[in-house]
């Protein structure tokens, strides 16, 4: 077997280029014409072919190495070669067999070279018609990119569109400068050389080398003498960013061809994936490893958030619903508008998630809390002096906790077909505050008393209201309670706090008539409504959980048991 260097081959006007990506490496078996590496100046991305079928022995170039023309790329064991010469190393430019990118670069280049006046025109008022220049071998060449629309003042050598055939990503530039009348193609448009690309107007600024004042309208091929640096302007690169006509970038991904083909097939949105080669490049891997996240859920197109309800004004589409009713409010009265706070729209966003996917029913019950009223009055008294002041909220807490022990799917999470059970109770509480609902946590209720947990619920309402929470603050609840006892109402529903699996709404305790067998007494009951997931936990053991929680608030001694 014959070993074969292969070279860069000529590349045109280009000193020295980067190789900004190794299509290969050893022990891969390479055809001939298959890309091997990927080169780049400023203008300019390039995949350097091979010359020889085989297999690659060695790489002679690394990530970053400058090449040029004559560089040896790597080493390959020619497949089916002759015997003849074992030891001989023969030395072949790439472009022994030229392929498509080189020949076109090197052709225009040299066109560029042997007809430096070929553009007539660039100063002219009139209508001017811009053609795509001479690209080389190309045929049928996709446009990929529009870069540029209607209305905008567009520069001599501004990129117009970005053609790709599979092989190379070309920038057609615009041989004149002035306003774009009309645009002829749209990506998806095959074109050709010679085919009409644009139409501007108000020319007299362009700046062409060779500049003939030509009545209008005059037909100019945005000819490679337009632009000073044919090769770089026909070839200009998908590396290059374009630039947009007030001067601001226009975000075009860094990718090779062969990558944004990669990604065309598989309906990847380029312009969101993050490359990891270098300076930023997109490399065939960050296409399949954005694709596996999309496909396994960990991550979204922006196309896909967009279809998913939002937090408001979502138009439900992801649903399959119809569209959330537009009303200009103003025809039926004076209005006012104002942007919802930050807070709002993420506890928004959680809610309705949580409300559309959790099957959640809600149970309501009553607690007779006489005693444990009378209870907590009197700790209160005695604890005048301590400045911790015990609510009904606190009770609750510690209640809950010894209910979720003896029930503990409640104190449990879904993941996927499995279960969680969390051998700790760690409660979140339903905090109103200026800026919208917050639940900070306390950890560990189940090994703090009522004062304690009263103390620390006092200090974290505090923070909530002053917007100074930390996000380990609320993070890690099992269970949320969420009380309006202070305010008042009878029963609600509230919205489970995901991944949790259960909520405890209570609102304010009245004094009732309630039968003991014998007679109507007064007694203080404490309105009930847990919202439990119908996935996780049933409606006997919901029934159960409430039954044995208004058992300890009526008897708080049952806590100790
Ligand atoms: N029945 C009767 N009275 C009650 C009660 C109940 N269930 N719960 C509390 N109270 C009383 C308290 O004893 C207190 O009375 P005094 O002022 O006479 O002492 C008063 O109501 C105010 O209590 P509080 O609200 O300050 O204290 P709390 O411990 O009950 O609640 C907190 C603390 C932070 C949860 C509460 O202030 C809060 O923000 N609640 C709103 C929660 C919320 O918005 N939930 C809805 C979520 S869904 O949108």
Redo the contacts with the bound molecule.
């Keep these: 077997m014959a070993l074969v260097e292969v070279q860069v081959p000529d590349i045109g006007d280009f000193d020295e280029v980067n190789v900004i990506e190794l299509m290969v490496k050893v022990g891969d078996t390479v055809k001939a014409e298959q890309s091997l590496i990927t080169v780049e100046s400023d203008k300019a991305s390039m995949e350097i072919p091979s010359s020889t079928a085989g297999v690659v022995k060695e790489m002679r170039v690394a990530l970053g190495d400058k090449v040029k023309q004559g560089s040896v790329v790597l080493v390959v064991e020619a497949a089916g070669a002759a015997a003849a010469a074992p030891a001989a190393l023969s030395t072949v430019p790439s472009t022994a067999s030229p392929s498509p990118v080189i020949a076109s670069e090197a052709r225009q280049s040299n066109a560029a070279a042997a007809a430096p006046a070929v553009a007539p025109v660039a100063a002219a008022s009139g209508p001017v018609q811009v053609f795509v220049p001479d690209i080389g071998d190309f045929k049928d060449v996709v446009v990929i990119e529009v870069m540029v629309k209607p209305g905008y003042t567009i520069k001599v050598e501004q990129s117009l569109i970005t053609v790709e055939s599979d092989k190379a990503s070309m920038e057609i530039p615009s041989s004149h400068a002035g306003v774009l009348q009309e645009l002829k193609v749209k990506v998806g448009d095959k074109v050709n050389i010679g085919d009409l690309l644009a139409v501007l107007v108000g020319t007299a600024s362009a700046a062409a080398p060779v500049a003939a004042a030509v009545a209008a309208p005059v037909a100019v091929a945005s000819a490679p003498a337009a632009a000073p640096t044919p090769v770089a302007a026909a070839v200009a690169a998908v590396a290059a960013p374009a630039h947009a006509p007030g001067g601001t970038t226009v975000g075009l991904p860094h990718a090779s061809p062969s990558v944004r083909k990669f990604a065309r097939e598989l309906g990847v949105p380029l312009e969101e994936v993050k490359g990891s080669g270098l300076k930023g490049r997109i490399t065939a891997d960050d296409i399949q490893a954005f694709t596996k996240a999309v496909m396994s859920g960990a991550a979204q197109t922006k196309a896909q958030a967009a279809k998913a309800p939002a937090a408001s004004g979502g138009d439900g589409a992801g649903l399959g619903l119809i569209p959330w009713p537009k009303v200009d409010f103003a025809k039926f009265g004076p209005i006012e508008r104002k942007e919802m706070g930050r807070i709002k729209k993420i506890s928004g966003a959680n809610l309705l998630r949580n409300a559309i996917m959790i099957p959640a029913v809600t149970n309501h019950d009553d607690a007779d809390i006489t005693d444990l009223e009378a209870f907590?009055v009197s700790t209160n008294k005695e604890n005048e002096k301590s400045g911790v002041?015990v609510?009904?909220?606190?009770f609750l807490i510690k209640a809950c906790v010894a209910a979720l022990k003896k029930y503990p799917e409640f104190n449990s999470s879904l993941d996927g077909d499995a279960l969680v059970y969390k051998n700790y109770w760690h409660i979140g509480?339903?905090?109103?505050?200026p800026n919208g609902?917050m639940v900070p946590v306390i950890r560990d209720c189940d090994k703090k008393g009522v004062l304690q947990i009263?103390q620390e619920?006092g200090e974290l309402?505090k923070k909530?209201r002053e917007g100074k929470l930390s996000p380990a603050e609320m993070s890690g609840a099992t269970f949320t309670i969420?009380?309006?006892?202070?305010?008042g109402g009878k029963y609600?529903t509230?919205?489970i706090n995901a991944p949790e699996v259960a909520i405890l709404?209570?609102?304010?305790?009245t004094m009732e008539p309630v039968w003991d067998g014998k007679q109507f007494v007064p007694r203080l009951m404490?309105p009930l409504s847990l919202t439990w997931d119908h996935r996780v936990i049933d409606g006997a053991a919901a029934a159960r959980f409430n039954a044995f929680l208004g058992q300890i608030l009526s008897d708080f001694r049952r806590v100790l048991l």
């Design positions: 907590r002041k609510t009904m909220l606190a509480f339903a905090a109103d505050t609902l009263s619920m309402a909530a969420s009380s309006l006892g202070g305010i609600f509230p919205i709404g209570v609102c304010k305790s404490l």
